[in-house]
């Protein structure tokens, strides 16, 4: 069964300092990872898309990474300000299929 | 910019009630989703919907579902017989392209809350 894992499960950081989450998935085969931002009571907004052929995606103060090989995927946070306080999904589609399989999400809590 | 909106924001019904959830995917998307929310749970994959038929489906969504597009706009999900455990937060989404292939942005609707009593 395809699954997405991401740690930590929950943080909590000072308005301007960075943070970095993490996602490691077992989707096979892989065609696609994307970061959502996710408000409380909102749907999800999509930060970033990267393929296998992409290491690093920026958008703004979000930067993430992927590494097809191992897995992973990584999304750090710049700067941090307080509209920053949301849950953090990592999403992943495979290459023969319509759906995507969530991660259950990072909060991170920014606080002044 | 454009948006998928979804309408009610919120419903509460009783359990063995049909409801329908209502969708408005951007206009010039193809494909269609349902995704749900339980409280404090992972995003779940419900359907894929596209050229009038489904495209795939989760093992949650079960004969007590189906989805429908009965106009050029508008993008349902009908739970005939709703029990407790169908309390959740429904998430509609649309896309130009299917998820695989042709990487292309999922959009989001607000979501739909649904509790049953």
């Known amino acids: 069964k395809n699954q997405v894992e991401q740690s930590p499960q929950s943080l909590i950081i000072l308005e301007g300092k960075n943070c970095t989450l993490q996602c490691n998935y077992t989707v096979s085969p892989f065609s696609n990872l994307r970061w959502y931002k996710q408000d409380t009571g909102r749907g999800p907004v999509s930060l970033t898309i990267?393929?296998?052929?992409?290491n690093t995606k920026s958008n703004g103060r979000y930067t993430a990474t992927l590494d097809a090989d191992t897995k992973q995927s990584s999304l750090h946070i710049t700067a941090s300000q307080l509209s920053d306080s949301a849950s953090y999904i990592c999403?992943?589609?495979?290459?023969?299929?319509?759906?995507?399989?969530f991660g259950a999400g990072t909060t991170v809590t920014v606080r002044a | 910019e454009p948006e998928v909106t979804q309408t009610p924001s919120h419903q509460v019904t009783q359990m063995g009630q049909e409801v329908i959830l209502r969708c408005v995917p951007i206009?010039?998307?193809?494909?269609f989703y349902w995704y749900r929310q339980i409280l404090g749970q992972k995003v779940e994959f419900l359907v894929s919907f596209y050229n009038n038929e489904i495209s795939e489906k989760s093992e949650i969504f079960d004969d007590q579902f189906s989805v429908e597009r009965p106009d050029g706009s508008n993008f349902t999900l009908k739970i005939r017989s709703t029990k407790l455990e169908d309390s959740a937060m429904y998430f509609c989404a649309s896309s130009v392209t299917p998820l695989a292939g042709v990487v292309k942005t999922q959009y989001f609707g607000p979501g739909t809350r649904l509790l049953v009593l």
């Open positions: 206009s010039n998307h193809l494909y």
């Open positions: 990267m393929t296998f052929s992409e």
């Open positions: 999403v992943v589609s495979g290459a023969n299929d319509y759906k995507l399989s």
